[in-house]
């Protein structure tokens, strides 16, 4: 279990980072810039915080007020950087035993570098240096250096962002095979919120050197807390308008002279409120089925965007003649844009899920 709360001033920037991860794949995701490797090289203690704790698996590594300032050899912490920092003048074999603990026996540190080369299925290119590997190979013998020492804590610095996207989606699944037998905390960094989504059980979102919001993947997307949460999650479609609470326990939100349904959200207030819905939570409704559905608009595709299996359709509920005005951002898939003949021009039917509908909190 990994427990931080981290306080640091910077030329121009102030990291504030609190985070309490237990064993799993944790992502921290956020834009460049928002703090998310200076989170990572304070955990591993090649950093020093103004104030605050870092605490692993209960055992304090770092307390400002107590004077608790671990070397990172003593933090049990395995670090694979952006650009992985292979020693280009060693082998993989000799990149490997960096990553043992000082003072590891000659015998048990051949046979510790023989497992993980047998891991890492790179057993033929031991006696290989870095620039007579790919890129994948590359990014193996970094995590294979990170993970020999049976670190507590996992720290992964946007692994994969020096990779090609085909080479990428390979090595993410290998990774994830490799660490299915880890017992330990993995923080994973990424600017990539599909990466996040991919790898992570539980996503922080992070920018200005906060973390805006933390919680399993489903919540994060689904449930934005703010607008920023919202924009940096890809809820396009952010609204506002006028909510209340019904006698069932739902929300009533008038939008656009429509009244639209939001299902559990019990700690927003009545008023005027911002709400989001994902773009591919919009459901586009057949004309003989719309008796069937609730939150029912109408409304016509003013532009779209084909993108190989999907399209993004911009849907204004008022033809007002300024095509590049839009109310809602839908995607769908290509199959059911083909099969209900979807074009600029066209009128169709819409249905907002209420359990999609998510109303948001004023940024702090």
């Known amino acids: 279990m990994l427990e ?15 985070l309490q991860i237990g064993d799993e794949i944790a992502a921290l995701y956020g834009p460049s810039g928002s703090g998310k490797s200076l989170t990572l090289l304070a955990i591993a203690g090649l950093i020093r915080p103004t104030s605050g704790t870092i605490r692993i698996n209960g055992r304090t590594v770092f307390d400002a ?3 608790i300032d671990l070397a990172p050899h003593l933090r049990r912490v395995g670090l694979v950087f952006q650009e992985y920092a292979l020693f280009p003048h060693k082998t993989v074999s000799e990149n490997l035993s960096f990553g043992l603990p000082r003072g590891t026996p000659k015998e048990k540190a051949v046979d510790r570098i023989s497992e ?5 299925r790179l057993q033929s290119f031991a006696q290989h240096y870095p620039h007579q590997l790919s890129g994948g190979q590359r990014q193996r013998v970094a995590l294979g250096r990170a993970l020999i020492g049976h670190p507590e804590i996992l720290l992964l610095d946007e692994p994969f962002s020096a990779l090609d ?11 994830l095979q490799m660490l299915a037998d880890y017992k330990g905390t993995v923080l994973l960094v ?3 919120l599909q990466e996040a989504y991919l790898m992570a059980s539980t996503i922080a979102i992070i920018d200005g050197g906060k973390v805006l919001q933390m919680g399993t993947r489903e919540e994060v997307l689904h449930q934005p807390r703010t607008r920023r949460v919202a924009e940096h999650t890809g809820a396009k479609n952010i609204l506002r308008g006028v909510a209340c609470r019904g006698s069932d326990g739902a929300w009533d939100i008038v939008w656009r002279g429509h009244h639209l349904r939001a299902d559990g959200q019990a700690s927003s207030a009545p008023g005027e409120v911002e709400f ?5 939570d919009v459901r586009l409704v057949w004309p003989d089925r719309v008796e069937q559905r609730v939150n029912l608009l109408r409304g016509r595709i003013v532009h779209e965007v084909e993108r190989g299996l999907d399209y993004l359709l911009f849907v204004s509920l008022v033809d ?11 995607q769908v898939r290509s199959r059911l844009h083909h099969l209900m003949t ?4 066209k009128e169709v039917w819409l249905s907002l899920p209420p359990d999609r509908l998510h109303l948001l909190a004023r940024d702090e």
Do not use: N
């Open 276 to 280: 989001c819905i994902r773009p591919e």
């Open 165 to 175: 996207p085909a080479v990428r989606e390979t090595l993410r699944q290998e990774l």
């Open 116 to 120: 993980m080369l047998h891991l890492l």
């Open 65 to 67: 007020s107590a004077g």
């Open 4 to 18: 931080l709360a981290l306080d640091r001033r910077f030329k121009g920037f102030h990291l504030q980072t609190h």
């Open 190 to 192: 990424t600017h990539d």
């Open 342 to 345: 979807l074009h600029v021009g």
């Open 320 to 330: 007002e003649g300024d095509r590049g005005k839009y109310d809602l951002e839908i």
